[in-house]
Antibody
Framework: QEQLVESGGGVVQPGRSLRLSCVAS????????MHWVRQAPGKGLEWVAV????????YYADSVKGRFTISRDNLEDTLYLQMNSLRVDDTAIYYC??????????WGQGTLVTVSS | QSALTQPASVTGSPGQPITISCTGT?????????VSWYQQYPGQGPKLLIY???KQPSGVSNRFSGSKSGNTASLTISGLQAEDEAHYYC??????????FGGGTKLTVL
């Protein structure tokens, strides 16, 4: 059974950093690209970043480019999102999701990040 | 990059069909056969319903179908059921390995 479990969310002040993790199980993690998608409270989904299965391809949404870093550890079946220079508008539930061709076929339950002074 | 355009809400009665539209541009929806659709219940992560504009993953009810014409993709739910009440999101590949989501549509079943 494919499963993705995010962690690392919490309350952080503007300008500070936070690192999210997503542990995968039930499938071959190293075979798939992985995405981060976020959802501000009461709002829609926003794609954040994708990393290829071998970590050679990494792409970001303009809204987080230069501040967020996606990475993965294929030995530990874990996806990461390092978030620096956090802003109030980064407040959201952050989901990790497994990628296929251009669809995201399995999603975690999300972890809430609140940026507030 | 602006979000794809979806109606904020759609309402239907049990047994009726409904269609949710998703409008983009020739740089995303119209430029690739790579639109996907997701269903999300409150407090849960999204679930994949349709991929590649029209394809259905195994295990998804065949009451859900996808189509596309030009820069507008559509999700149709036939034989509406109470359990279909949820939020629905489209997503399109937008080139250079980036992706765009729609703003989401809240489906209410009367």
């Amino acid at each position: 059974q494919e499963q993705l479990v995010e962690s690392g969310g919490g309350v952080v002040q503007p300008g500070r950093s936070l690192r999210l993790s997503c542990v995968a199980s039930g499938f071959s993690f190293r075979a798939h690209p992985m995405h981060w998608v976020r959802q501000a409270p009461g709002k829609g989904l926003e794609w954040v970043a994708v990393i290829s299965n071998d970590a050679r391809g990494i792409y970001y949404a303009d809204s987080v480019k230069g501040r967020f870093t996606i990475s993965r550890d294929n030995l530990e079946d874990t996806l990461y999102l390092q978030m620096n220079s956090l802003r109030v508008d980064d407040t959201a539930i952050y989901y990790c999701a497994r990628g296929l061709a251009a669809e995201l076929d399995y999603w975690g339950q999300g972890t809430l990040v609140t940026v507030s002074s | 990059q602006s979000a794809l355009t979806q109606p904020a809400s759609v309402t239907g009665s049990p047994g009726q069909p409904i269609t949710i539209s998703c409008t983009g541009t020739s740089s995303d929806v119209g430029g690739y056969n790579l639109v996907s659709w997701y269903q999300q219940y409150p407090g849960q992560g999204p679930k994949l319903l349709i991929y590649g504009d029209t394809k259905q993953p195994s295990g998804v009810s065949n009451r859900f179908s996808g189509s596309k014409s030009g820069n507008t993709a559509s999700l149709t739910i036939s034989g509406l059921q109470a359990e279909d009440e949820a939020h629905y999101y489209c997503c399109s590949y937008a080139g250079r390995s980036t992706f765009l989501f729609g703003g989401g549509t809240k489906l209410t079943v009367l």
